[in-house]
Nanobody
Framework: QVQLVESGGGSVQPGGSLRLSCTAS????????MRWDRQAPGNRRELVAQ???????IYADSVKGRFTISRDGAETTVYLQMNNLKPEDTAVYYC???????????WGQGTQVTVSS
């Protein structure tokens, strides 16, 4: 069993920054991908950023140049640095990982990000 715990969400004014963290614990091994998705009210969940061992990083067009995904050296924590936040970035952000060399997929509980003046 793997647990993902997210932190770092909150409320910020437009143009502000937040850094989300997600730490995996439990039977963690063979992580091949770490992602951040988000879901705004009334919208479908969408991929925000992805980091894989095979192909590096990808970002949604809406966040390119503003968000950066990274991970720690132990590869058990993934971060999402969010700069120049906009009201349309308001959503619940979920981290998720592919592990066990592709044999499992886990989601975090989500953390709320609100961008408002």
């Amino acid at each position: 069993q793997v647990q993902l715990v997210e932190s770092g969400g909150g409320s910020v004014q437009p143009g502000g920054s937040l850094r989300l963290s997600c730490t995996a614990s439990g039977h963690v091994f063979g992580i091949t991908a770490m992602r951040w998705d988000r879901q705004a009210p009334g919208n479908r969940r969408e991929l925000v950023a992805q980091l894989t061992t095979a192909s590096g990083t990808i970002y949604a067009d809406s966040v390119k140049g503003r968000f950066t995904i990274s991970r720690d050296g132990a590869e058990t924590t993934v971060y999402l640095q969010m700069n120049n936040l906009k009201p349309e970035d308001t959503a619940v952000y979920y981290c998720n990982i592919d592990g066990g060399f592709g044999t499992y997929h886990y989601w975090g509980q989500g953390t709320q990000v609100t961008v408002s003046s």
